[in-house]
């Protein structure tokens, strides 16, 4: 007997945006009980359009028929990655028992959810007096944006192999990774804001303890770190998705010093060199208003000339390679495969491939204790108080080209 077919048409509403990529071809994302796999509509199904029913707001709509009546269907914007998968991703890696991979509670949500803080780094650059390079990456301030977990997967992935250029980049430098700054967002499934209807992104200046705890507590690791006269903080990298642009691409700052606004520059276009998927041309520097609770712009301001803040935005949909004009669709394994080129982007940045041909693949070690993941306790003191200058800690950098990307 065959299943009676139901075909509906679903309306979602309040759209602000006239941009979208639902006008370049994506489409929501369902599965099933029969087919698990997350897959795209046709986007020949969807439409985009301004309705004057909803004060002139825009409507996705998109049509889809139900065709088994047994199963259980599924829809999203982009393919999900929950709180629940992001520990249990956690929890297998801690039981590999790595003794360059450290995990800890750098804090808790409002829901009391885990802020888990990772770094990953040979564990001789955390012995006590050693100076370290440190590479600060957060993901997931705005919860809806689940492309950010995937590539920052990527980059972890890609940071705990026994690959060469990862082992050299551990000898070199300390990462330090908040993959999911707003847990409570993403377990409640918020598009942009906390569970108290915050936009973390957006109170960066002077976050509170009890309404922003994430967002506090990394802060003040950043500004106790920045005051750590034996740790250089490098690099600050914020991965988002974007609703209206394709490819990854960065947004940075822009200062009156123009070498250091030059500076700023090398590191997405050695990104760009490494990445079929990453735009340099959407790249762009700014100083908006608007933005001036976010990440990038408040530590730009705040840490010193050695330092360089970033946003990578990642688009929800699909990305054009370089001399061609068709849209190829971001997949679960393309946004990883961007977090391993950004990882590897360091390798150039520091100009340390000659030491990859030094490395031999020994078996991975294993912890016997955990040294501690930072070297000194939290301040006391307020962690919007700026810290002391320090002297330049830069390595040199130059635009060789960098090998095959991953």
């Not at 200062?255 to 050695?270: G, S, T, Y």
């Amino acid at each position: 007997m065959l299943a009676l077919k139901v075909r509906v048409i679903f309306n979602i509403v309040n759209f602000s945006k006239t941009k979208s990529l639902y006008r370049d071809g994506m489409a929501p994302m369902v599965k099933s009980t029969s087919r698990p796999k997350w897959q795209r509509l046709p986007p020949k199904n969807v439409y985009y359009y301004r309705c004057p029913d909803h004060r002139k707001n825009y409507v996705m709509s998109f049509a889809f028929c139900f065709d088994r009546e047994e199963d259980i269907y599924q829809f999203a914007y982009c393919y999900p990655y929950t709180y629940t998968r992001f520990q249990h991703y956690l929890d297998s890696l801690q039981k590999r028992n790595m003794d360059y991979f450290f995990r800890e509670q750098l804090g808790q949500s409002v829901q009391q959810r885990q802020l888990d803080l990772l770094t990953i780094t040979s564990p001789e650059n955390l012995r006590e007096g050693a100076e370290q390079k440190v590479v600060f990456i957060t993901g997931r301030v705005h919860p809806g944006e689940t492309p950010s977990s995937f590539v920052c997967q990527g980059i972890i992935d890609f940071l705990i192999s026994q690959h060469p250029v990862a082992r050299v980049l551990r000898e070199h430098l300390v990462f330090k990774i908040a993959p999911m700054l707003n847990p409570d967002g993403v377990y409640l499934g918020n598009y942009r804001c906390s569970l108290m209807g915050f936009d973390l992104n957006r109170h960066w200046l002077d976050p509170s303890p009890w309404a922003h705890p994430t967002l506090h507590g990394v802060k003040q690791l950043i500004v106790q770190m920045y005051n750590d006269p034996k740790t250089s903080l490098e690099f600050y990298i914020d991965i988002h998705a974007h609703s209206t642009m394709m490819n990854g691409f960065m947004y940075g700052n822009i200062f009156e010093d123009e070498e250091r606004f030059q500076r700023q520059a090398i590191f997405p276009k050695l990104l760009c060199q490494n990445a079929e998927d990453f735009s340099y041309s959407s790249t762009s520097f700014n100083r908006d208003a608007v933005k001036a609770g976010t990440g990038r712009r408040f530590l730009g301001g705040l840490l010193d000339h050695t330092s360089y803040c970033y946003t990578l935005e990642v688009s929800f949909y699909s990305y054009i390679i370089g001399g061609t004009t068709a849209a190829v669709p971001y997949t679960e394994e393309a946004y990883m495969k961007l977090g391993r080129n950004v990882a590897r982007t360091f390798l150039d940045y520091y100009r340390l491939n000659p030491m990859v041909e030094k490395v031999a693949i020994p078996m991975p070690r294993l912890r016997k204790e955990k040294p501690p993941p930072y070297k000194c306790p939290l301040l006391r003191g307020s962690a919007s108080n700026y810290p002391n200058g320090k002297g330049d800690k830069k390595s040199s950098v130059n635009h060789r080209d960098p090998s095959n990307s991953f």
